[in-house]
């Protein structure tokens, strides 16, 4: 049901999403805190590479003129259920421009049309109003409470 060969390259009107490179490593290290070194980045990537050759989950790359400015991610798939879970991240000095707003829309409408998802859920934290104001204005309901401190959106294929 889910097949990511060839890589599914998406375009947006100011972004490009396409398949991780190794050289995105540092400008990942900027994304992600956590990691403290660019061997730990490649580590990650490769991990990504992985799932993406298993057809478990695939990973965008959001590039302006080539470079990194963030990520976006389906995962957490559920073949049965058609069901998966959007992830995303952007680096702050592009946040507030309605980049991740571009990519999102990409990435759901890849989602539902090209691999029949049926549900793509979203999870972020109960703080995160930037988050939150992104998945409203992409059209996923809040249904709840994932955990302590983090919220669930849901949209399907309905009501897009």
């Known amino acids: 049901m889910f097949h990511f060969t060839p890589f599914p390259g998406l375009v947006t009107e100011r972004l490009v999403l396409r398949k991780y490179r190794m050289e995105d490593a540092e400008q990942l290290l900027r994304l992600k805190p956590g990691m403290k070194t660019v061997d730990e ?3 990650f990537l490769e991990r990504i590479g992985k799932a993406i050759e298993q057809d478990e989950s695939i990973f965008w790359v959001a590039a302006i003129d080539d470079v990194l400015v963030g990520t976006v ?30 990519a999102v829309a990409a990435v759901l409408a890849y989602g539902f049309r090209e691999m029949g998802l049926e549900v793509i859920e979203g999870v972020t934290e ?21 955990s302590e ?3 669930l959106y849901r949209m399907t294929g309905l009501n897009r």
């Open 126 to 146: 109960a703080t995160n109003g930037p988050s939150i104001r992104l998945l409203e204005r992409a059209g996923f309901e809040r249904v709840g409470v994932f």
């Open 41 to 43: 980045a490649r580590g």
């Open 73 to 102: 991610c389906l995962w957490n798939l559920e073949r049965k259920e058609r069901k998966g879970e959007i992830g995303y991240e952007l680096l702050p000095e592009h946040q507030g421009k309605g980049l991740m707003q571009e």
């Open 149 to 151: 401190n983090e919220v």
